[in-house]
T-cell receptor, first 115, second 115 residues
Framework: GAVVSQHPSWVICKSGTSVKIECRSL??????MFWYRQFPKQSLMLMAT?????????EQGVEKDKFLINHASLTLSTLTVTSAHPEDSSFYIC???????????FGNGTRLTVT | AQSVTQPDIHITVSEGASLELRCNYS??????LFWYVQSPGQGLQLLLK??????LVQGIKGFEAEFKRSQSSFNLRKPSVHWSDAAEYFC?????????????FGTGTRLAVRP
């Protein structure tokens, strides 16, 4: 069964509004989660590392004030796209680190379309 | 900095034919290597991984990959392709650094299967 649940699977919003995406670890407690972004026909780019109980670590070039990450519990991390614009339209995927030496588990992604 | 190159953007094979998807990596230490598959609009599913030990690793769905340090390669193979294998395949290299695992993905290879 699914190890990581990501919600919603798709969302359409108007320019200027904010959208929250949830990533839940279902089978184990995850101190670390990762948020990736994927443009059409391109690879996944790591946006940020979400750490439970502390601030997220953002990759170079990712605006932390625009992509707010909250990891308030060991099973939930949220990504909020604030004041969304059409260029933010993309496929956002979260991943969860498992136990030592286990691979990352990925959510099914969220397709965001900003009109 | 770590990097991954997947030279083939798109490959088409006939059902029942053998398959090899190429992956070359650049990494300063012993890499952790992965192959993921992504169906349209979906998240990523792990096919196989290499951490250490036997350089020929077996994965799910009949896939295997061989780690060749001298060639910095981790090519994915399958002896007989099924129509359901049509998808996007990503090679990734990562580092296990405490609680943080940053994966760097290749640009992906889209596999089409001819009936």
């Amino acid at each position: 069964g699914a190890v990581v649940s990501q919600h919603p699977s798709w969302v359409i919003c108007k320019s200027g509004t904010s959208v929250k995406i949830e990533c839940r670890s279902l089978d184990f407690q995850a101190t670390t989660m990762f948020w990736y972004r994927q443009f059409p026909k391109q690879s996944l780019m790591l946006m940020a590392t979400s750490n439970e109980g502390s601030k997220a670590t953002y990759e170079q070039g990712v605006e932390k004030d625009k992509f707010l990450i909250n990891h308030a519990s060991l099973t939930l991390s949220t990504l909020t796209v604030t004041s969304a614009h059409p260029e933010d339209s993309s496929f956002y995927i979260c991943s969860v680190k498992g136990l030592q030496d286990s691979p990352l588990h990925f959510g099914n992604g969220t397709r965001l379309t900003v009109t | 900095a770590q990097s991954v190159t997947q030279p083939d953007i798109h490959i088409t094979v006939s059902e029942g034919a053998s398959l090899e998807l190429r992956c070359n990596y650049s990494y300063g230490a012993t890499p952790y290597l992965f192959w993921y598959v992504q169906s349209p609009g979906q998240g990523l599913q792990l096919l196989l991984k290499y951490f250490s030990g036997d350089t020929l690793v077996q994965g799910i769905k009949g896939f295997e990959a061989e780690f060749k340090r001298s060639q910095s390669s981790f090519n994915l193979r399958k002896p007989s392709v099924h129509w359901s294998d049509a998808a996007e395949y990503f090679c990734a290299v990562g580092a296990w650094l405490g609680s943080g695992d940053k994966l760097t993905f290749g640009t992906g290879t889209r596999l089409a299967v001819r009936p």
